[in-house]
């Protein structure tokens, strides 16, 4: 059970000069397309937002603090607003102009978040709202150079060099990058600038990848996560939560949100917000009865959800291991050693 199988079916092969990724990137740019991409800001840390200029564009980073997975899922999105006036009611949706977006500088593990994003919003009833805007983005990944001490995604099947979910993945090996470019929309963006692009044959990238610790195998706790529902180590390790939700805000793969309405009966807009397994009134009924009354229950729903209830309904777990949860957390919880605890014999 690993995430998914890497996508190299009908892949083509490039090489770009490392001296030619700023020209990639400002033919992007000049094709009219948003670009989304790592900037590093004066507290020291890296955040994806939009960029106008290639110098702004972060490239020594490990991993962003936020993911990036507000361009096609928004922490506060209109579905839908309406106006009454004369007895006629008039509907808008947000879907009409969204943009042709590029992001720019993911890490593997946040394009393979993308596929399970979309494994989870479009797998039954379609997400239209999640649809088109992932329809409209471009994923450009960059392989792993580096990775710290919260970094785990050999333990999720994954790896520095993982293509699963990206449309054009970038290799950088000394002045060259070696370029696969894996969908129709990866070639689409390729195009843009074929001169820059040469051919080549297969490359190992393995040399040029971080080498992630594996804290655990899935393969050996898979069996253990169906029994740790049960552990006493829950109420330990959930102690220090302060429910402040950033785990979950910060995570690649949390897909939880909350339906609002919001106006009078005559304009109003239906709202998606974000919503996070650790917020007390997560689970709360309108009764006052809440089935997750403490961080005991949270934190297990957490982990239970994106180690076995996830294998249960999509068949893939919905941990990417790329350790944005660890960095955040104020209380300093570590995903890993949770997993770790609730599954030792
Ligand atoms: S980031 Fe840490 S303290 Fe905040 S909700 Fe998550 S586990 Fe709790
Ligand atoms: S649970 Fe933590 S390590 Fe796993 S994908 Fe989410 S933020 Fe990353």
Excluded at 38 to 61: H, I, R
Excluded at 162 to 189: C, F
Excluded at 247 to 276: H, M, V, Y
Aim: glycine residues 6%; proline residues 4%.
């Amino acid at each position: 059970m690993t995430n998914r199988f890497e996508n190299t079916m009908n892949m083509e092969l490039k090489l770009i000069s490392s001296a030619n990724l700023q020209l990639f990137f400002e033919k992007l740019l000049q094709s009219g397309k948003i670009m989304i991409a790592p900037v590093l800001k004066p507290n020291g840390k890296v955040y994806f937002q939009p960029v106008k200029a290639y110098s702004d564009v972060a490239t020594d980073y490990i991993q962003t603090v936020f993911s990036a997975k507000s361009v096609v899922f928004p922490k506060v999105e209109t579905l839908f607003a309406f106006t009454k006036k004369d007895g006629k009611i008039t509907l808008t949706n947000s879907l009409d102009n969204i943009p042709e977006t590029v992001i720019w500088g993911l890490r593997p593990c946040d394009a393979s978040a993308f596929d399970y994003l979309s494994d989870f919003f479009l797998r039954e009833n379609p997400d239209s709202y999640f649809k088109t805007r992932k329809d409209r983005t471009t994923l450009v990944t960059f392989s792993c150079s580096h990775s710290d001490e919260a970094c785990f995604c050999t333990s999720v099947g994954l790896n520095p060099g993982s293509t699963i979910g990206s449309d054009l993945q970038m290799t950088v090996m000394n002045k060259e990058v070696y370029v696969e470019i894996l969908t129709e929309k990866g070639k689409q963006a390729s195009a843009i600038a074929t001169s820059l692009f040469s051919e080549t044959e297969t490359k190992d990238k393995a040399p040029f990848l971080a080498n992630p610790v594996t804290r655990f195998s899935m393969d050996a706790i898979k069996d253990k996560m169906k029994q740790a529902y049960d552990s006493a180590e829950w109420k330990h390790l959930s102690l220090g939560c302060f429910s402040c939700g950033a785990c979950a805000f910060s995570c690649p793969t949390c897909s939880c949100f909350d339906i609002q309405d919001e106006g009078t009966q005559d304009n109003g807009k239906r709202l998606r917000c974000w919503d996070a397994c650790g917020f007390g009134l997560f689970t709360k009924h309108s009764s006052g009865h809440n089935p997750k009354p403490t961080q005991v229950e949270r934190r297990r729903q957490r982990l239970m959800h994106k180690f076995h209830y996830s294998v249960e309904n999509l068949g893939r777990i919905s941990c990417v291991g790329c350790g944005r949860c660890i960095r955040i957390c104020p209380a300093h919880l570590n995903i890993f050693e949770n997993i770790l605890s609730v599954t030792k014999d």
